[in-house]
């Protein structure tokens, strides 16, 4: 009764993917904050205990049996966002015929124990990159491979609804390679894992990273249109490119300042990034050539120092000195994420 469901859920997924309806990450709400997990993600767990441990039966691709041994370990990721984690699935195959492998799984979620899980999951490569799963798409490494695990929040016959709530809580997993080899596997490998326990699924690092997902419009409250807009660009390398601009007032008039800092590997803690003030130039309604790069003049007036809470919290420490401003510490609140990159689409204030 379920495969024919899916069959019909992935045909729809199928023609909505081709014509750019959906996005994991947005469209299918995913139950974590897609900006928890920076840069790569853990091979193994941190300080917490693995909630699944354990070697299970598999077909190798064509077998007629269960002629191979994967293992399964899983266990959660904490967020800095309050009240959200990330499930991390680890598959190794442990056994295998020569000359063959075994396809990674489709998984199964539902919220709660139950025998049969109608929630399709997703098991994600790499940090926030929108696949829908990596089931069925090449084999189970030798050496091992983790994934991160999405839940579409609608279950396939629409009956129920998969929210990041129950993420949190106990779910039911399933690990399913009946839809490769009917005959060999027509039941899933069935697991319960625990609730999230912020005290034993500690966070990836100590504190968030700043990556691209946290790029956007921040405002500062209490201060009236006033803020700041982050953009930070990943480049190749897993370097950052940080680029800030900061719209205020100066002796009651608009100003606004502007810094960069390429090259930033990302680490946790604060960045410094130099701070220019621009001035000369004329309107730009004036058109071209109504000024030139001789006409403007750039100088180093101060620095900030940001410091992320959350996906969507700045600490921002600044020292306008070259302004002959004195020194202080602001916290920014993201008002503008970017569209199809958010950081956390479940908290925007």
């Given at each position: 009764?379920?495969?024919?469901?899916?069959?019909l859920?992935?045909?729809?997924?199928?023609?909505?993917?081709?014509?750019?309806?959906?996005?994991?990450?947005?469209d299918?709400?995913?139950p974590?904050?897609?900006?928890c997990?920076?840069?790569?993600?853990?091979?193994?767990?941190g300080?917490?205990?693995?909630?699944?441990?354990?070697?299970?039966?598999?077909?190798s691709?064509?077998?007629?049996?269960?002629?191979?041994?994967?293992?399964?370990?899983a266990w959660?990721?904490?967020?800095?966002?309050?009240?959200?984690s990330?499930v991390?699935?680890?598959?190794?195959?442990?056994?295998?015929?020569?000359?063959?492998?075994v396809?990674?799984?489709?998984?199964?979620?539902?919220?709660?124990?139950?025998?049969?899980?109608?929630?399709?999951?997703?098991?994600?490569?790499?940090?926030?990159?929108?696949?829908?799963?990596?089931?069925?798409?090449?084999?189970?490494?030798?050496?091992?491979?983790?994934?991160?695990?999405?839940?579409?929040?609608?279950?396939?016959?629409?009956?129920?609804?998969?929210?990041?709530?129950?993420?949190?809580?106990?779910?039911?997993?399933?690990?399913?390679w009946?839809?490769?080899?009917?005959?060999?596997?027509?039941?899933?490998?069935?697991?319960?894992?625990?609730?999230?326990?912020?005290?034993?699924?500690?966070p990836?690092?100590?504190?968030?990273?700043l990556?691209?997902?946290?790029?956007?419009?921040?405002?500062i409250?209490?201060?009236?249109?006033?803020?700041?807009?982050?953009?930070?660009?990943?480049?190749?390398?897993d370097?950052?490119?940080?680029?800030i601009?900061?719209?205020?007032?100066?002796?009651?008039?608009?100003?606004?300042?502007?810094?960069?800092?390429?090259?930033?590997?990302?680490?946790?803690?604060?960045?410094?990034?130099?701070m220019?003030?621009?001035?000369?130039?004329?309107?730009?309604?004036?058109?071209?050539?109504?000024?030139?790069?001789?006409?403007?003049?750039?100088?180093?007036?101060?620095?900030v120092?940001?410091?992320?809470?959350?996906?969507?919290?700045?600490?921002?420490?600044?020292?306008?000195?070259?302004?002959?401003?004195?020194?202080?510490?602001?916290?920014?609140?993201?008002?503008?994420?970017?569209?199809?990159?958010?950081?956390?689409?479940?908290?925007?204030?």
């Amino acid at each position: 009764m379920r495969k024919g469901l899916f069959a019909l859920i992935l045909l729809f997924a199928g023609h909505a993917h081709a014509t750019g309806e959906i996005n994991v990450l947005t469209d299918l709400m995913s139950p974590f904050p897609p900006g928890c997990i920076a840069v790569a993600l853990p091979e193994g767990p941190g300080d917490t205990d693995l909630l699944i441990n354990e070697v299970v039966p598999a077909p190798s691709v064509g077998s007629t049996s269960l002629d191979s041994e994967v293992r399964i370990e899983a266990w959660r990721v904490g967020c800095h966002d309050e009240d959200f984690s990330i499930v991390m699935v680890r598959l190794q195959t442990v056994s295998r015929p020569e000359n063959s492998y075994v396809l990674v799984p489709q998984v199964w979620v539902d919220a709660g124990t139950v025998d049969l899980p109608f929630h399709a999951g997703q098991l994600i490569r790499h940090p926030a990159v929108g696949e829908v799963s990596a089931a069925g798409d090449g084999a189970i490494s030798d050496n091992g491979t983790t994934f991160m695990l999405g839940v579409d929040p609608v279950a396939i016959d629409g009956d129920t609804d998969f929210l990041p709530e129950d993420y949190n809580e106990i779910f039911t997993l399933e690990f399913y390679w009946g839809d490769f080899a009917p005959d060999v596997a027509p039941n899933g490998e069935v697991f319960y894992v625990d609730a999230y326990i912020p005290e034993l699924d500690p966070p990836q690092t100590e504190t968030q990273l700043l990556h691209g997902r946290m790029s956007g419009g921040y405002g500062i409250e209490g201060i009236p249109n006033t803020g700041m807009h982050v953009s930070v660009g990943e480049l190749a390398d897993d370097d950052n490119f940080v680029s800030i601009i900061f719209f205020t007032y100066l002796d009651g008039m608009p100003f606004w300042l502007i810094g960069n800092t390429p090259n930033i590997a990302p680490a946790p803690g604060e960045i410094e990034v130099d701070m220019y003030l621009v001035t000369g130039g004329e309107f730009f309604g004036l058109g071209p050539d109504a000024f030139t790069e001789e006409d403007i003049d750039i100088e180093v007036v101060g620095s900030v120092l940001v410091d992320p809470v959350d996906c969507n919290t700045l600490v921002v420490g600044h020292d306008f000195d070259g302004l002959g401003l004195d020194s202080g510490v602001v916290v920014a609140f993201r008002q503008i994420n970017l569209a199809g990159y958010t950081c956390n689409p479940w908290i925007v204030e």
